[in-house]
């Protein structure tokens, strides 16, 4: 169906005054306790993937509408993510919420006759903050956890792609427990008032500043939130990659929704030998993937907002590199090129800010020390790194850098694939989305034990009045430590023993096995010889 013919209501925020009522009926819906019935999430969320399906051309031309996003990505990154996140629930929920027994070494030894189990209980109920370049996904994936896990949840989608923001609204009103899911429409002052309301879990999605509005309203109440936000991810390019491969992915990359990826690189850290063969292999792929220049291409989506084009225009404004692939941009169709600026100096816009659209820095560096010691500097805790190098080099990067998740040799694979936990590290998030991590995130991991009435006579020790025989029994139980004061194993003769019994091996099926092969060889021999 063609965007143009779909009906998308006008962009309408939802009445500040009525949000406190909207927060007090998923609260009230929780406490009835319903949402905890496993068969009842199944049919929410089976409900929710044909939802989906029957909304697609509102939700493909909501997505055109507001971000330009070709008819390809809409269903690829979208609209058939979420109905793959349902699908993975449907799948797998009744393997999740399966209560799992705790046993040795967990539970110790001498309280093995005691029931230990881990319950998953829904937290309660759920606020979901969307942030405007995956409006779809980043709103109603972690839904689909919400859902999973037993909550209930108001989203509140971003106000700057109103069009998926409406199609949602009533998608989700329709459809689901409208006792149990809504939508608020708004920006700030919907939010300000959301927060206002007493919730059990937030997750949020958005920039690191409103992030930190929105974590120090929940410390208030002490509710648990998870943040998914952004970084200045760095991406090292060392003698030893393949600059074709890594020129085509990262370029990649930066041309999926117009670059507006919170994983995608921000800078690139090339070594200084390498980077006019890396330009030349960019400018390549450029061509590849837009035979008729970008403007031209059916696939490229568009800047969200003149706001956005024009903080990307000022970071390109205001650097000091010098731009040697793209370059072009066009305000009337909020259209910027993909591009990228060769730095001389760290201490620059494009390297400094946040890009989170098609533009992209290269600085060369004389070796991996002096890459590492860049990105550590520029950001710490980014939320994605890339490393294109040796086995030995790449792994390196992974020790002397961290970052939320990492992808070898490629751009964001690591967020490409719905299933996998994604999440960001110190300043680039906190909490974990995605796959069995999204229910885990909805989820409180409440411990039981059930322990039976016989067993107050091992139990004796713990009651008054006190026996110092019995506290030197529990003593004689804890496991005495085999290393010195020092950290050192001390191997003495439990060592030893242990040793020549395990024949090397740590576990016991190991040893038993290392066993029998000693023996059938002795044995064999043995035949040999006497023949
Ligand atoms: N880690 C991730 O999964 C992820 C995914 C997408 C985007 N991001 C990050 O999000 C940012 C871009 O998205 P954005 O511009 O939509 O983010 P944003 O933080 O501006 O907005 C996100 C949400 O917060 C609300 N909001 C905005 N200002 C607010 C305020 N002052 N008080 C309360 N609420 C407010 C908005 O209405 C919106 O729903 C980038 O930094 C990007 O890296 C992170
Ligand atoms: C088609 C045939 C086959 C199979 C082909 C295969 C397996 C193709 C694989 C394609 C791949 C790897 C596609 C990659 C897609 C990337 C995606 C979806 C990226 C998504 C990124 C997202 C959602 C970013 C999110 C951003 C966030 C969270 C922050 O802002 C064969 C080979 C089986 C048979 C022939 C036909």
């Not at 070594?271 to 291409?297: M, Q, R, T, W």
């Not at 004689?476 to 085999?482: E, Q, S, T, V």
Request: include cysteine; hydrophobic fraction near 40%; proline fraction near 5%.
């Amino acid at each position: 169906m063609a965007a143009t013919s779909v009906k998308i209501p006008e962009f309408e925020t939802t009445a500040v005054d009525v949000i406190p009522a909207i927060a007090s009926n998923v609260r009230g819906t929780f406490r009835t306790n319903k949402t905890k019935n496993v068969q009842w999430r199944l049919t929410q969320l089976r409900k929710l993937y044909w939802a989906i399906e029957d909304y697609r051309p509102q939700l493909m031309a909501a997505l055109k509408k507001d971000l330009n996003k070709s008819e390809y990505e809409a269903v690829l990154t979208e609209v058939d993510w979420v109905k793959s996140d349902c699908m993975f629930m449907i799948k797998n929920l009744e393997t999740f919420v399966k209560d799992e027994k705790l046993a040795a070494p967990t539970v110790p030894a001498h309280f093995s006759l005691m029931k230990f189990r881990v319950r998953k209980e829904p937290l309660g109920a759920a606020l979901i903050i969307g942030p405007y370049n995956y409006p779809v996904q980043l709103t109603l994936s972690p839904l689909v956890g919400a859902i999973a896990a037993g909550c209930t949840a108001v989203l509140k989608p971003s106000e700057l792609t109103p069009n998926c923001a409406m199609v949602m609204k009533e998608m989700v009103q329709k459809r689901l427990d409208p006792n149990a899911y809504a939508v608020v429409n708004g920006g700030i002052p919907e939010v300000t008032a959301l927060l206002e309301e007493k919730w059990d879990k937030i997750f949020f999605t958005g920039s690191a500043q409103v992030g930190t509005v929105i974590a120090k309203k929940a410390a208030e109440t002490l509710t648990p939130v998870c943040l998914e936000l952004g970084g200045r991810n760095p991406a090292f390019i060392t003698k030893n990659a393949n600059l074709k491969v890594a020129a085509k992915r990262l370029l990649w990359g930066k041309t999926l929704n117009a670059g507006q990826v919170c994983l995608s690189q921000n800078y690139i850290l090339v070594d200084i030998d390498l980077v006019p063969n890396f330009i030349e292999h960019l400018k390549d792929a450029y061509k590849e993937y837009f035979p008729n220049g970008a403007k031209a291409s059916p696939d490229l989506g568009r800047i969200v907002n003149a706001r956005h084009f024009h903080r990307l225009k000022k970071m390109l404004d205001e650097t000091k590199g010098k731009i040697v692939m793209g370059g072009e941009m066009d305000e009337s169709e909020l259209f910027i090129e993909p591009t990228a600026v060769l730095l001389n100096s760290t201490n620059d816009s494009m390297m400094t800010e946040e890009s989170f659209g098609p533009i992209f820095s290269i600085y060369p560096v004389h070796s991996l020390d002096q890459a590492l010691n860049i990105a550590n500097s520029v950001h710490r805790t980014p939320l994605a790194l890339y490393s294109f190098g040796s086995k030995k080099e790449n792994e390196r990067v992974l020790n002397e850098m961290t970052s939320g998740g990492a992808t070898l040799n490629d751009s964001y694979f690591h967020g490409s694939v719905n299933t996998v936990p994604f999440g960001g590290v110190g300043d680039s998030g906190t909490g974990v989305a995605h796959g069995k991590a999204a229910f885990d995130t909805f989820s409180h991991t409440r411990t039981i034990a059930e322990i039976p009435n016989w067993a107050d006579g091992i139990l004796r020790a713990r009651y008054m009045p006190y026996d110092f025989k019995n506290l030197r029994m529990i003593r004689a139980l804890a496991p005495k430590p085999n290393f010195d004061r020092n950290g050192k194993v001390i191997k003495g003769l439990g060592y030893w023993i242990s040793l020549v019994l395990g024949l090397g091996a740590k576990g016991a099926k190991g040893a038993l096995l290392r066993w029998l092969l000693v023996l059938a060889g002795g044995y064999f021999y043995q035949q040999r010889r006497q023949s």
